[in-house]
């Protein structure tokens, strides 16, 4: 039995949803979104709390069930209180300019690289090498986030390179001199 799909989900006082053909959608301040769950769940609204539960026990209803438990929790976030990652660059000449939902990274390469935000999502610049992404869909902000990770990811040695806001970066020791 999935314990997280068995945890009763509650909705906030401005957070509406509606379950139709196994489509679940939520409403809030920040926006709507919705997803398409499996035949092998069944979503239940009563009052202010949502619950999943399985229509025949399997271990692949099993797993559905805390799945579908866990992306309808991470929409209720999403539209009341929203998502964000703050990235951070951290060597010489490194930086972001934002400019619309466009980004230039400056990450030691001959060219910038220049990378279109996703429909959805805003991005802020607190200072010329910290950036904050914004949305109210947890898999496009985390998606996007890594993507620009993945530009210039931290390499071990100097310790340069794009990371999250807060990541440790494990440093090596270099070669020794003889």
């Not at 196994?22 to 009052?47: A, C, H, M, Q, R």
């Not at 991470?74 to 990235?87: A, D, Q, R, Y």
């Amino acid at each position: 039995m999935s314990r997280i799909g068995e945890r009763k989900l509650s909705l906030p006082n401005n957070v509406t949803a509606t379950v139709e053909n196994n489509t679940f959608t939520v409403k809030g301040p920040k926006g709507e979104l919705s997803y398409k769950f499996s035949d092998l769940i069944e979503v239940l609204i009563e009052e202010n709390t949502v619950l999943t539960k399985q229509k025949k026990a399997s271990a692949k209803a099993n797993v559905m069930q805390g799945t579908t438990n866990s992306l309808i929790n991470n929409m209720i976030t999403g539209v009341s209180e929203g998502f964000s990652k703050s990235l951070e660059a951290v060597g010489v000449g490194y930086r972001f300019n934002v400019a619309g939902n466009k980004i230039t990274i400056s990450a030691g390469y001959s060219h910038p690289v220049i990378m279109e935000a996703p429909a959805g999502l805003t991005v802020t610049s607190e200072s010329n090498t910290e950036i904050t992404i914004h949305g109210i869909d947890k898999q496009k902000v985390t998606e996007f986030a890594a993507n620009v990770r993945k530009v210039r990811e931290p390499e071990p040695y100097k310790g340069k390179g794009i990371r999250y806001k807060g990541e440790y970066v494990r440093r090596k020791e270099g070669k020794k001199a003889a």
